[in-house]
């Protein structure tokens, strides 16, 4: 997701993965399924097939680290600032986990072409021995907004097709 946010002296972005529940919504879900698996494998335990129990129990353990590492990931977030004079780039989770400036002048943005039609391009802000990968967790629709507005300020980009390999799709 690309989101605008205020910034007189130039353009700031925030960008984040498409999150389809909050981690309240996730709960809700985890604990429906644990109510319906606990049912079932009490009744199950009950007629004879004690078994069960740890299977199930088993099941909503993992179920529930699965959650717990999408939801994690789907937390990331990146700011984008973009002045007159410089790129900066903001990384992290709840708080900012590392950042870069790099000069708008000699910075580029280089796009590298997806050997699959289904994903995106890999774009990294580039200067110098500095790269960066920017917006790794964006959908299509969102790698090409940013394209757009990346391109619209002025920014230079390099387009790379990919590779040429043998083989269906990698």
């Known amino acids: 997701m690309v989101e605008h946010l205020r910034y007189p002296e130039g353009i700031r972005l925030l960008l984040t993965p498409n999150r389809s529940l909050s981690w309240r919504g996730n709960v809700q879900i985890w604990v429906g399924l644990f109510t319906i698996s606990a049912l079932i494998a009490t009744g199950m335990g009950i007629a004879g097939a004690w078994v069960i129990i740890p299977f199930a129990g088993l099941e909503l353990a993992a179920?529930?680290?699965?959650?717990?590492?999408?939801?994690?990931?789907?937390q990331r977030r990146e700011v984008l600032t973009i002045d007159d004079a410089d790129i900066h780039l903001e990384k992290g989770r709840i708080e900012k986990m590392a950042e870069w400036t790099l000069p708008r002048r000699y910075a580029r943005l280089r796009l590298n072409a997806p050997r699959h039609p289904f994903t995106p391009p890999r774009m990294e802000l580039i200067h110098r021995d500095t790269s960066v990968a920017l917006g790794t967790f964006l959908n299509i629709e969102d790698t090409d907004t940013l394209i757009q507005l990346l391109e619209g300020r002025g920014l230079v980009i390099e387009r790379r097709e990919p590779d040429p390999e043998i083989g269906l799709w990698f």
């Open 63 to 74: 179920l529930a680290a699965g959650i717990y590492v999408t939801s994690r990931a789907c």
